[in-house]
Every structure is written in C-alpha cells, then in structure tokens.
C-alpha cells in the first residue's frame, strides 16, 4: 500500500491473487509456471479460461479472480478516455486499445467515434473474425457514424500474432471506408492496428 503499484513483480501479483483463490496453499510456484506458460501478468489475465484450465492447479475460483481484474484494467483504461478529445489523449487511447485488444487470441474490429470536437462519443465492436482475418463491410461501418452523428471515426483492430505491421488486406479495407466515409463528412483519423507491446499507425506510417 505504501509503495504503490509497482512495488511487486509479476509473479507476486499473481501470488496475490492465487492466494485469494487457492488458500491455504503455496502457489509460488504456481504463479511462476504460468509466467513461463504464457509470458507476462497481462498475458496470464487474458488468457482464455480452456488455455488457463490446462495449467494443473488453476480452477475455476482461480479464473475468475483472473478475469475480474482483467475486467478492471479495462475500465479503467476507458475512463481515461471516454467523452474526451481523442486526439490530446492519445497516449491513454493507445493504452486502453492494448489492454482491451492485445492479447486476443482471434482478431477483433472496433471503431471509435468522434463529434465535432473530436471527443470520444462511442467505443464499438463491429465485428469478430478469425486468429488473422476480420470481415469488414465499409458501408456498415459508415452507417454506423451516421447513426450516431459522428464526425470522425478511429479504426482499430488486433493482430493475434503479436506483430502489427497491416497487411495489404487491412489497407486495402480502409481506403475502402475511407473512400466510402469522405463523401458524407465523416473524417477518418487514423487505423491503429495493435499488437503485443507495440501498435502501428497508418497516419504516421503515410498509408491514408
């Protein structure tokens, strides 16, 4: 408490959060198998329940201290965002998308909404695909805008591989909507494609 949130390592975070869920038991080692299982405390949270369950030990009880803490990260992340002007915030912009998206395990769409003073209106899911393909249907995502009255949207998806390069089918897909968006006043302000520790930008890449 007095030193703050960085005062433990990973695997004492875990420890914590076992010991709530698994007592009477050293879970030390527990905690240290499932860092070498899956890399990192983040990764660990986000895993899914089945990948979880194959650790021996883990149960129930277990996953869904997991879960609410993932849970929590995630709202606080969007509290740092939400009904404020996306582009002066972008630092916690990129923050909340990493926590929300980066270690998905199939790749997800989203698109942020803005109006007029760039505030962020809405954070939507549109659509959820495969472990490296995501179907997305310019004309929805631009109906959407409409429906909510926004100015400007923010596309952003994940890449399960960790590497957030775009393929040529992501940047084919958003001159699509960008071409789609110009013509009814909705401006779009960037495709961020989030990975692992790192995210890529097409506007600062020059690709829209």
């Not at 990973?10 to 198998?33: G, N, Q, T, W």
């Amino acid at each position: 408490m007095r030193a703050g949130e960085n005062a433990l390592a990973d695997y004492e975070l875990l420890e914590l959060l076992l010991f709530r869920a698994i007592p009477r038991r050293d879970v030390k080692p527990l905690a240290k198998e499932l860092l070498d299982r899956f890399g990192s405390f983040a990764e660990v949270i986000s895993a899914t329940p089945a990948r979880l369950l194959e650790v021996k030990g883990i149960g129930e009880n277990a996953i869904i201290e997991f879960k609410i803490v993932q849970a929590s990260a995630v709202k606080l992340a969007q509290a740092q965002v939400m009904k404020r002007p996306a582009i002066s915030s972008w630092t916690a912009l990129i923050d909340y998308c990493t926590v929300s998206m980066a270690y998905n395990k199939t790749e997800q769409f989203r698109i942020l909404f803005l109006d007029r003073k760039n505030i962020l209106i809405a954070d939507e899911i549109q659509q959820e695909g495969t472990i490296d393909h995501t179907p997305v249907y310019p004309r929805e995502v631009v109906k959407r805008a409409l429906e909510l009255n926004a100015s400007a949207i923010i596309l952003v998806h994940n890449h399960p591989s960790g590497d957030p390069m775009p393929s040529s089918a992501d940047i084919d897909m958003t001159h699509k909507i960008l071409e789609t968006a110009k013509p009814l006043g909705i401006d779009l302000h960037d495709h961020i494609v989030v990975g692992k520790g790192r995210h890529a930008s097409f506007r600062a890449m020059g690709l829209i």
